[in-house]
């Protein structure tokens, strides 16, 4: 009578639960293995895809058969080999060895079971003669022919890998997937186009400095001298687009696309944690988009612009490893959203305030925060300022979190904003061009002539004595608070100082949403922008800027109705809020300011 066992964890049965263990495809899996050379010291990486024949009747095609991932690492010893693919056991255990990209001890049996049922690995430590050999496979596992990792033993490298692979120093490893049944891209090259772009943005600071080289190759199993079809090497792949010579297309493939957000004249904003009496930084970066980047018809459609649609997101880095690019903050529905960049980088340290999960694919805790509304969590009447200093006198180490979390909500509104105001704001930019497009500013400045000489003063009269580059200096600083790029601020500047015009007009994304238009005295002028936030800048003046050369006669005319509705509106809340004043010296003075504008409005058009 066969003996019943009452083991914790069966391993036959826990196996194929293990299989499921969250890897989101292929090129995560892929990911862990080369974590681990990376952390043996790699200095090259392999990622070797071997295909077969598939014949369906008259049709042959390829299909993926065997992966391979080779390093010139550190290798292994024979106890350390069979310790790694051990689930839930590894060198890195221990809280003093959490330096590194590793740390959980799943890596590489976790990885290699989510997309097969037998994984092979070879290691040597003074010779690739001399490497050690052992496996896992699922099937053997769940009819207990294997209830432990077998022994390594000697046992010399097939001589497939030993053609394909470049990387065989003294040292090193391989790993070998086979039976493979749960990748989800058939062929080499889907798996390698499909990989690249997530292996290069998860190694970006490696590749970019040369710590490590990944290849990447696809080849026939069935070819008797295994000539690769794809052979190239994974290049950086930086989501906040401020690395030279990375997988961005041209023009920007060798520089720079985004330009880094200063805060408080420092493009990282620091973070201190102190732990176990140790301070531990976690660092966060903001980039956005160059005007060049933004240039032309539809940049967004362009092969740049698509290589960006692809990076969307908050960057969470540990120990310079990418974990995740979390889409939290994202709104998916708009196109300009792909033009900015934010990197989050904590030290292995910080792994359980952060939540790190042991596929190494997410900061749980940290994610969580970034996809919820922060004013959500306050309650009493409390400011989120207040809500964080509360936490942080209970020492709660959620309070980073929601600290780091906040300082990205804001930033990220102030980068919008400019984003906006990028492609808008100036009369450049109209659709509907006008045949002089200063036109306006140009007419106003003459009847303010005429007013000062009948002794009319302003504000920015005061002013108009300054030097050309104080007056120019002053208009153009104003812009940039504004949310005006500096090539904008400045040639709007020069535009107006050298014209002598007493106004600016412009248009931006403003603060108050509240204000159809802002005021200001600047540099000798007066500076007006419209609020692009508000109803009536959408409903009065933007569809009265809208192209009008291919539009049709019935398109023209609703156009002017609209505007037309538009304007009564504007007149009516003007009169609903005089209406609504009490009666007093507040109501006396609104009627006056309506009369007194419509006299001045009245110079202003007949100007006209």
Not at 104 to 112: A, I, K, T, V
Not at 123 to 145: C, M, P
Not at 349 to 356: N, P, R, S, T, W
């Amino acid at each position: 009578m066969t003996q019943k066992t009452h083991e914790i964890v069966p391993a036959h049965l826990a196996v194929t639960a293990m299989r499921d263990n969250g890897y989101k495809n292929a090129a995560y899996a892929i990911a862990e293995l080369m974590d681990n050379a990376i952390q043996a010291g790699a200095t090259q990486v392999e990622l070797l895809c071997g295909e077969v024949k598939n014949k369906t009747g008259q049709r042959a095609t390829n299909q993926i058969h065997q992966i391979g991932v080779l390093d010139n690492g550190s290798g292994m010893s024979a106890d350390v080999l069979r310790l790694a693919l051990q689930f839930g056991n590894g060198t890195y255990l221990e809280s003093n060895k959490h330096t590194g990209i590793g740390r959980f001890g799943m890596g590489l049996p976790s990885s290699s079971i989510s997309q097969c049922q037998r994984v092979d690995v070879w290691s040597w430590t003074d010779s690739v003669e001399n490497a050690l050999y052992t496996y896992l496979d699922i099937d053997e596992i769940k009819e207990k022919q294997i209830t432990e990792v077998p022994t390594p033993t000697s046992k010399q490298i097939p001589q497939v890998w030993r053609q394909v692979g470049k990387s065989f120093r003294n040292s090193g490893t391989l790993v070998v997937w086979s039976k493979i049944d749960r990748c989800m891209w058939r062929t080499g090259k889907a798996i390698i186009n499909n990989s690249e772009l997530l292996i290069g943005r998860i190694y970006r600071r490696f590749l970019h400095k040369g710590d490590v080289q990944i290849r990447l190759v696809t080849f026939d199993l069935e070819d008797l001298y295994y000539s690769s079809k794809i052979d190239q090497n994974a290049l950086p792949n930086d989501p906040m687009y401020l690395m030279e010579k990375t997988s961005c297309p041209e023009p920007f493939s060798n520089r720079s696309m985004f330009i880094p957000w200063e805060d408080s004249e420092d493009d990282i904003v620091k973070f201190p944690y102190l732990l176990n009496g140790k301070e531990h930084i976690v660092s966060v970066r903001f980039s956005y988009a160059s005007e060049e980047a933004r240039q032309g018809q539809n940049p967004g459609g362009k092969l740049h612009g698509k290589h960006a649609s692809k990076n969307l997101g908050v960057s969470i880095v540990r120990a310079g490893r990418e974990l995740e690019l979390d889409a939290g903050m994202v709104n998916t529905h708009d196109p300009t959203e792909r033009w900015w960049g934010v990197e989050v980088e904590f030290p292995p340290a910080l792994d359980e305030i952060f939540g790190v999960t042991n596929n190494k694919q997410s900061a749980r805790n940290f994610k969580e925060f970034l996809e919820i509304d922060l004013d959500s969590l306050v309650e009493d009447g409390k400011t989120i300022h207040e809500y964080i200093q509360e936490l942080e006198q209970s020492n709660d180490p959620n309070a980073l979190l929601i600290k780091i979390v906040h300082k990205i909500d804001n930033n990220l509104s102030l980068i919008r904003k400019l984003l906006k105001n990028q492609t808008k704001g100036t009369r450049k930019d109209n659709s509907n061009k006008r045949h002089d497009p200063y036109k306006v500013e140009e007419s106003a400045t003459l009847v303010t002539r005429e007013r000062q000489r009948k002794g009319y003063a302003g504000e920015s009269d005061k002013t108009e004595i300054l030097p050309i580059p104080q007056k120019k200096a002053e208009i153009k600083e104003t812009l940039i608070n504004d949310g005006f790029t500096e090539t904008q601020a400045t040639e709007i500047a020069d535009i107006t100082v050298e014209n002598n015009f007493k106004y600016t007009w412009t248009k931006a994304y403003l603060d108050d949403n509240d204000a159809f238009f802002s005021v200001k005295s600047k540099g000798g002028s007066v500076m007006v922008t419209l609020n692009m936030n508000h109803p009536a800048y959408n409903n009065l003046v933007e569809i009265l800027e809208k192209n009008v050369e291919d539009a049709d006669i019935e398109t023209l005319k609703n156009r002017l109705i609209n505007a037309l509705d538009g304007l009564e509106l504007l007149i009516m809340a003007w009169a609903r809020y005089e209406d609504e004043l009490p009666p007093g010296e507040l109501k006396q003075n609104a009627s006056r300011a309506r009369r007194d504008w419509g006299l001045v409005a009245g110079e202003f058009l007949r100007s006209e």
